[in-house]
């Protein structure tokens, strides 16, 4: 029996809340009427509570008696008799804390133009906090609905999951606002937020009002949400074929906040970054990030929302699917924005974490709440909707979207098993859906895929791939699409490989092999040389995501050292006419990985690589240049600037700094002007320094911000730690921030000492779920990766348990790659 999980003996239906916040002191006060359904008599009721003080808990005309369980934040109730089976009302007044730690039920402040300091109430309570708010049955699948009424200053705005209905004045400057109620739905997609905000006058999309509530001055940066949210809202109305269940949609812009977006029914929040844009002066990127929040928020108002995981081991697939649609969402919305092969990088960087022996199956077994904190990361994300996207490809889209339609009919307002979804795909499709995605979600890792030919036969074999090779014998159920060519042209053959290997005759010669055509697989490639050289040869031929694995897939094999450093760097040169932005951002990675973990220069190569590309490009756009190139130029000029050192690259960034505040400046190249000339250490920290404290944007904001740590002077490097720890820079970012840092090359040694000898003070004043983000860059540190483990080895750091043991291996993986690669990387250069 798990300790923490409440026993099945009585379930809420209906939850009546009123809540006061009292902001200045950071405390609230509130009642709760629950009505419950006991299914067989007990003598105690057990639900969730956490930094609540209960005042009275009553079961009808029976006083109830409180014991607290700490630990497992549990409470329970008794009068000592029994509680007959049956219908029940409970009545609990509670006192509260607004807490500082972004969950729950917190405080935050911000700063308005005039420099006055203002105070929001709000919450955030997935996974488990819903508890720090109002006593609860706080599993999701405890669905009930919610009647919700708040307590407020009479001038600030109260906005909860349902409409506003009722609005009393209490005569004492307060007003009860009253909202309709709820769906039925989980504890953790409860929502409310008070304070000075003002609301877009409403859009209609699917038949509700959509708002967007943002501070005072925001209003015109709300234009393209307002744009974006009724379009997703109706596009995925519209997808599953379901109405969307709210009775309207506010998505709000929060000052402080954790992560990057909440999806609480009809009250999404967002922390700002993600939401407010000037569509006239923001990147393309910028923009699309903004589109991929909203589109995948809105996303889980039916793939989470409407239909929710029974625990949080299934968090995975909720996260995993709303990712997935976010994608096919936007891809159908903006084609020019190439969604898919966009988001191949950080399907890259997934794989990446998942080629560690500590990475982890997409889906395990989740016991204690912190742990399910532990899932929001790459491979739940990145990896899990990879793996979606390569079953849809494998089953075929129509047939896929009938799956989830059905499977979110059939599973209405209630909860589900991971199962669950397979089941209806494998209806759909008559494919052996289920036994395919348990061999990717129940195992840690994906596979490698060796591809060999011999005259009318392709010959493939299967092994785990690991950075550090290490041997074991897991197998995948690996949907193949295979495309080869021959005397005649080019074939396909989709096939299920399910053993270690696998000869397929095609019964004609084979010229040339692709063993993930589309190249939405989740596995690695390597192919023989002969091979990989006739691929290189028709790279004209090959589709940009499969272009694109093949960068990919050789510098992961260099990790592993299965591709040497100089047959990657001489691959690259293959690929000096490539006009895809993803390709060279997967080119620009591996090159700063190379810049950060070998000694050797290589600003040299770097030039040579990418200056024709650069100088096709020029320096600033031409009129009609589509949005990619755009980034494309950013991309590049950047990557020049800072591994390329190139003195004429930063000639140009230093002359356009002081056209920094030109609204008419390309934001690509701004963004590039900003990183290029921070590293260089010729722009003034000061003046960056403003610029990020009074931006009018949070774009901008954000620009200068990842520009702060990567000035090149030691004592900028202190400034900019002290500020990040002392809140200067909000902890919503500092994490971030220090992690940047600490993969600052010129200023390495000094920050770790610092980082390692503030550690505590790190792990005290950062929210517990951002703590991790300071781990992020500690690969870049292999020159000190003694002292990492010395300080490291041993500790248990709660919430990011799982992500320091995988970054204190992903240093090793970089360490060894530096031990073994530097003379050859050293004889390549010459
Ligand atoms: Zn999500």
């Known amino acids: 029996m798990n300790p923490y999980r409440l026993p099945n003996t009585s379930r809420p239906s209906h939850y009546q809340i009123v809540l006061h916040p009292d902001l200045p002191a950071a405390t609230f006060t509130g009642t709760e009427t629950i009505t419950i359904t006991v299914a067989e008599a007990s003598d105690e009721l057990i639900l969730n509570a956490v930094e609540l003080e209960l005042d009275a808990a009553s079961l009808g005309d029976r006083i109830l008696s409180v014991s607290y369980e700490p630990d497992t934040e549990r409470i329970h109730l008794s009068d000592g008799a029994p509680i007959p089976a049956g219908e029940h009302t409970l009545a609990i007044v509670f006192?509260?804390?607004?807490?500082?730690k972004l969950h729950g039920f917190y405080r935050s402040t911000f700063e308005d133009k005039d420099g006055q300091e203002h105070v929001i109430a709000t919450t955030q309570f997935e996974a488990t906090d819903a508890r720090r708010a109002f006593?609860?049955?706080?599993?999701?699948?405890?669905?009930?609905?919610?009647?919700?009424?708040?307590?407020?200053?009479?001038?600030l705005l109260a906005i909860s999951n349902g409409r506003e209905i009722g609005r009393r004045p209490r005569g004492d400057g307060t007003v009860e606002v009253t909202f309709s109620d709820t769906p039925t739905m989980s504890t953790y997609l409860v929502a409310f937020v008070v304070g000075p905000f003002e609301e877009t006058g409403p859009v209609e999309a699917a038949g509700v009002p959509l708002r967007v509530i943002h501070r005072a001055g925001q209003e015109r940066l709300a234009?393209?949400?307002?744009e974006a949210g009724a379009h997703y809202l109706q596009w995925l109305s519209d997808y599953y074929g379901i109405p969307y269940q709210g009775d309207k949609?506010?998505?709000?812009?929060?000052?402080?906040?954790?992560?990057?977006?909440?999806?609480n029914l009809g009250a999404v929040t967002f922390r700002d970054s993600a939401l407010l844009v000037d569509p006239d002066t923001a990147s393309d990127g910028e923009l699309q990030r903004v589109s991929e929040v909203i589109a995948h928020e809105l996303a889980h108002m039916w793939f989470g929302d409407y239909v929710t995981m029974k625990w949080w081991n299934g968090i995975w697939l909720n996260e995993a699917f709303a990712t997935f649609m976010e994608m096919v969402a936007q891809d159908d919305w903006k084609p020019e924005w190439k969604t898919w092969l966009g988001f191949a990088p950080a399907r890259s960087a997934s794989m990446a974490l998942d080629a560690l022996g500590s990475t982890r199956p997409v889906e395990f077994e989740v016991v204690a709440p912190h742990e399910a904190d532990e899932m929001f990361d790459l491979l739940t994300y990145q990896k899990g909707s990879s793996l979606v996207r390569m079953l849809q490809q494998f089953l075929g889209e129509g047939t896929f979207r009938e799956g989830v339609k059905t499977y979110l009919e059939s599973h209405a307002f209630a909860n589900t098993e991971t199962g669950d979804l397979w089941a209806a795909l494998e209806r759909a499709s008559g494919a052996p859906v289920g036994s395919i995605m348990d061999s990717w979600i129940f195992t840690g890792g994906h596979p490698l895929v060796k591809v060999d030919v011999g005259g009318n036969a392709i010959s493939l074999s299967q092994r785990r791939f690991q950075f550090d090779q290490s041997v074991n014998d897991d197998l995948w159920e690996i949907p193949l699409r295979i495309a080869y060519g021959t005397a005649d042209g080019i074939r396909h053959v989709n096939e299920v490989m399910t053993g270690p290997d696998t000869t397929i005759d095609v019964g004609e010669k084979v010229d040339w092999v692709l063993a993930n055509a589309g190249g939405h697989g989740y596995y690695r490639t390597a192919y023989s040389p002969a091979l990989l050289d006739n691929l290189l040869a028709r790279l004209d031929d090959l589709d940009p995501l499969e272009r694109y694995g093949l960068v990919d897939d050789a510098w992961a094999n260099v990790i592993a050292g299965d591709v040497s450093i100089g047959d990657y760097l001489e691959l690259l040169t293959c690929f000096r006419r490539e006009t895809e932005h993803a390709i060279w951002e997967m080119i620009v990675t591996s090159l700063g990985q190379i810049y950060h973990t070998f000694d050797q220069p290589i600003d040299g190569y770097v030039r040579d690589l990418i200056s024709p590309a650069m100088g096709r490009l020029g320096w600033v756009p031409t009129g009609g240049e589509d949005g990619l190139t755009r980034r494309l130029r950013g991309l590049l000029f950047t990557a020049l600037g800072r591994y390329g050192q190139d003195q004429g690259v930063r000639d140009v960034a230093a002359s356009l700094v002081?056209?920094?505040?030109?609204?008419?400046?390309?934001?690509?190249?701004?963004?590039?002007?900003?990183?290029?000339?921070a590293s260089a250490g010729i722009a003034d920290y000061d003046s960056f320094f403003l610029k990020y404290r009074d931006a009018e944007t949070p774009q901008e904001k954000m620009r200068y911000l990842h520009a702060l740590p990567l000035f090149p002077d030691p004592a900028l490097a202190d400034t900019t730690f002290s500020m990040a720890i002392d809140e200067r820079i909000k902890s919503q970012d500092g994490p971030f921030v220090i992690g940047r840092l600490i993969g600052n090359k010129d200023v390495q040694r000094v920050v770790l000492d610092r980082f390692l000898g503030e550690w505590d003070t790190i792990v005290s004043t950062f929210p517990p779920m951002l703590i991790r983000r300071t781990l992020g860059l500690l690969w870049t540190a292999s020159r000190y990766a003694p002292d990492i483990h010395a300080f490291f080895d041993g500790k248990t750091v709660k919430h990011a348990e799982k992500a320091l043991a995988q970054q204190l291996e992903n240093l090793d993986a970089m360490t060894t790659l530096r031990a073994r690669a530097a003379a050859d990387l050293a004889a390549y250069l010459g």
């Open 249 to 263: 949609l506010d998505l709000l812009a929060i000052p402080d906040f954790a992560f990057g977006a909440m999806e």
């Open 658 to 677: 002081p056209k920094l505040t030109d609204r008419s400046m390309d934001p690509e190249v701004a963004k590039a002007v900003i990183t290029v000339t």
């Open 135 to 155: 006593p609860c049955w706080d599993e999701p699948e405890y669905k009930a609905v919610f009647s919700i009424r708040l307590i407020v200053d009479e001038d």
């Open 95 to 100: 006192r509260g804390i607004l807490n500082d």
């Open 223 to 226: 234009s393209f949400a307002l």
